[in-house]
């Protein structure tokens, strides 16, 4: 017996904007038989499923994520927690997860802390939750409790930066990457070798890749057989404005080291700065070197250990994605490596300039 149906007035016409119910008017079937056969799920007859799919072909039916997610348990989004989203390092990291993200199928939602106080109303009310099918952390301070709300969510998470016990991460060895810069100014010859460090904008989210830095230029030192010395470790507001409010602070003592070595490379541009406009020649007077091999360091012809911030991101994504499929079981810690970029802001002390020997431990 055939049943007539009220027929679908411009179907060509309404695009991606059909409806659930259309295509069901259309097939002559009802909403949930249309949902089951486009989602491939079984008890459906194979003609009807062929009917349903030609109906929503002839519509340009397009299956809304959120209700597709909503019956898979899944909302095809993925969290990403920033402290700070407008600095260079975090939006390049950022920008590194969500371009494998973006080609996985996944939305990001990007939640952007600021603070410590921000980063505590973040974890009390923890917005995540049935929001994202997983997180990543970029070098989000945490204490054991946001620690255990994060697990307490149940879902996959990925930190860049920060280590975590018993879970991936993607990082620098923060410890090395300061030695290396501290050791190539060794190899030049300086002996008088000061720290500029960043207090950040929220001294109280206490960074570990800051304490790491520091660890590595106080091993370095002691290695070379150097005392490092609190009166040359000068620590100012975080960036560029920061290192040259440093830089200053320095200039004004008692004491002016050969060489320095800045914790980031806006610490050490912003030092650059000042020696320019203080008449100081780098490297005639001091050498300069960073860390990041930032966009600008090339600019100012900056010597820095880089590190491959994009791919920091990426790395991160790629493994929460293979979590998700269930291809990583266990927490891995992945360690990318660095490279120092010998520029023209490091040489020899002033003494020794007629000897200038190369660094052969130095990158193009």
């Known amino acids: 017996m055939s049943v007539d149906r009220p027929p679908v007035e411009n179907r060509s016409g309404r695009g991606p904007h059909a409806s659930i119910l259309d295509v069901a008017a259309l097939a002559d079937v009802s909403p949930s038989t249309v949902s089951r056969s486009l989602r491939g799920l079984p008890n459906v007859a194979p003609q009807t499923r062929q009917r349903v799919l030609e109906a929503a072909r002839e519509l340009s039916y397009v299956v809304s994520p959120s209700a597709s997610g909503l019956a898979s348990g899944q909302t095809r989004s993925i969290g990403v927690v920033v402290p700070f989203v407008t600095r260079w390092f975090f939006a390049n990291a950022v920008a590194g997860a ?14 952007h802390l600021g603070s410590a106080d921000a980063r505590d109303r973040f974890f009390d009310r923890m917005p995540l939750a049935r929001r994202v099918d997983a997180v990543v952390t970029l070098t989000v301070p945490l204490t054991d409790d946001h620690t255990l709300g994060l697990r307490a969510l149940g879902m996959p998470l990925v930190t860049v930066g920060a280590q ?192 200038r020997r190369p660094d052969p431990g130095a990158g193009g």
């Open 98 to 111: 969500c371009d494998v993200l973006a080609e996985a199928g996944y939305d990001v939602l990007l939640y």
């Open 164 to 355: 975590m016990a018993g879970v991936t991460c993607v990082r620098i060895d923060d410890v090395t990457a300061a030695q290396s810069a501290v050791n190539h100014l060794v190899h030049q010859g300086h002996e008088s070798i000061a720290m500029l460090a960043s207090l950040g904008e929220d001294p109280e989210l206490g960074f570990s890749t800051s304490r790491d830095r520091r660890e590595g230029y106080r091993r370095a030192m002691r290695t070379a057989g150097l005392e490092p010395r609190d009166d040359l470790l000068m620590a100012g507001s975080h960036g560029i404005d920061g290192g040259a409010e440093a830089m200053a602070q320095m200039l004004s003592g008692d004491i002016l080291p050969t060489a320095l070595f800045a914790e980031y490379d806006e610490i050490a541009i912003g030092a650059l700065r000042t020696l320019r406009r203080a008449g100081i020649p780098v490297p005639g007077q001091i050498s300069v070197v960073g860390v990041d091999d930032h966009e600008m360091a090339s600019v100012v012809d900056l010597t820095t250990v880089a590190q491959q911030v994009h791919e920091l991101g990426a790395v991160a994504a790629r493994l929460l994605l293979d979590t998700l499929a269930g291809g990583l079981q266990e927490p891995v810690d992945v360690v990318l490596p660095t490279r120092l970029m010998v520029r023209g802001s490091t040489g020899p002390p002033p003494s020794r300039q007629a000897s």
